[in-house]
């Protein structure tokens, strides 16, 4: 059974950097979407990174150019590296995956397309 879990939250800064971590067990050697989500208090959960198993990768608006997402294949991690944090950063970070292609090219694919889910990690960013 796939099981998905994230690691590497905590508390920083504004302008400072954090990187999340995501360890997906029994995943089979097939093609995939993996992605990070976030949830702000008050909010509703947003997409903002994916990447596929071919390395692809797209960014919301509100992250592009701050953060980056990667993948380790053979170790079945998949990273978000978060720099220039601000406090709108805040939220709880949550990483999903699903068989196949990701669905968007050009934006995070929505929430309904990944059937595996971590619990979330905290990311407080202070002013």
Same mark, same amino acid.
Request: glycine content about 12%; hydrophobic content about 30%.
């Given at each position: 059974? #796939?099981? @998905?879990?994230?690691?590497?939250?905590?508390? @920083?800064? *504004?302008?400072?950097?954090?990187? #999340? /971590?995501? &360890?997906? /067990?029994?995943?089979?050697? +097939? !093609? $995939?979407?993996?992605?990070?989500? =976030? !949830?702000?208090?008050?909010?509703? =959960?947003?997409? +903002?990174?994916? +990447? %596929?198993?071919?390395? #692809?990768?797209?960014?919301?608006?509100? @992250?592009?150019?701050?953060? &980056? +997402?990667?993948?380790?294949? *053979?170790?079945?991690?998949?990273?978000?590296?978060?720099? /220039?944090?601000?406090?709108?950063?805040? *939220?709880?970070?949550?990483?999903?995956?699903?068989?196949g292609h990701c669905t968007e090219?050009?934006?995070?694919?929505?929430?309904? %397309?990944?059937? $595996?889910?971590?619990?979330?990690?905290? @990311?407080?960013?202070?002013?």
């Open positions: 059974k #796939l099981h @998905v879990e994230e690691s590497g939250g905590g508390s @920083v800064q *504004a302008g400072g950097s954090l990187t #999340l /971590s995501c &360890t997906i /067990s029994g995943w089979p050697n +097939i !093609r $995939y979407c993996l992605a990070w989500f =976030r !949830r702000a208090p008050d909010k509703e =959960r947003e997409g +903002i990174a994916t +990447i %596929d198993s071919d390395g #692809l990768t797209t960014y919301a608006d509100s @992250v592009k150019g701050r953060f &980056t +997402i990667s993948h380790d294949n *053979a170790k079945g991690i998949v990273f978000l590296q978060m720099d /220039s944090l601000k406090p709108d950063d805040t *939220a709880t970070y949550y990483c999903a995956a699903e068989p090219v050009d934006a995070p694919s929505p929430e309904g %397309d990944f059937g $595996y889910w971590g619990q979330g990690t905290q @990311v407080t960013v202070s002013s």
